[in-house]
């Protein structure tokens, strides 16, 4: 199976942004991991800071991914665009945070994308990926 895992704004800073809430992992060290522990699964990557890029990104991933792992940041909490586009496609969406949205700011409380999500994890750190993709496995 093809499996892309997009990335919102700011997540290209994991590793030093914050390392008490998101680790000090860098997802480009990450995901070398990741691709060597699920060899059956084809893993792509792509990470924007831009809300627009990631709409047409996850337009694209429609045709060519049977899974997406998106973990929208910011915009998660922001974007009806982002909810609007994945509601415009048939590949299943799962949404991941890596910290637990419910232990933090009031504003993140809501996200307003998890009701065209198959699924959401939230909390379990970098792990929240590998757990996704095992969703996606047969
Ligand atoms: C995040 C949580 C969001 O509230 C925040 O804006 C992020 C990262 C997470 O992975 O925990 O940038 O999506």
Do not use: W
């Not at 390392?19 to 084809?42: M, R, T, V």
């Not at 915009?75 to 949404?95: C, F, K, L, Q, R």
């Amino acid at each position: 199976k093809r499996i892309i895992i997009i990335n919102g704004p700011n997540l290209n800073l994991l590793g030093k942004r914050e390392p008490e809430i998101y680790g000090a992992d860098s997802f480009e060290e990450f995901l070398k991991k990741l691709q060597i522990k699920n060899p059956e699964l084809h893993i792509d990557y792509y990470q924007s800071n831009i809300e627009g890029k990631l709409v047409s990104k996850i337009q694209q991933a429609d045709s060519d991914f049977d899974g997406i792992l998106l973990n929208a940041a910011a915009y998660t909490h922001t974007s009806v665009a982002i909810h609007d586009a994945i509601g415009a496609i048939t590949t299943p969406v799962v949404e991941i945070h890596i910290s637990n949205i419910y232990k933090r700011e009031e504003f993140r409380h809501k996200s307003i994308i998890s009701s065209k999500c198959v699924g959401m994890i939230s909390g379990l750190g970098l792990k929240g990926y590998q757990l996704g993709l095992n969703y996606f496995k047969n």
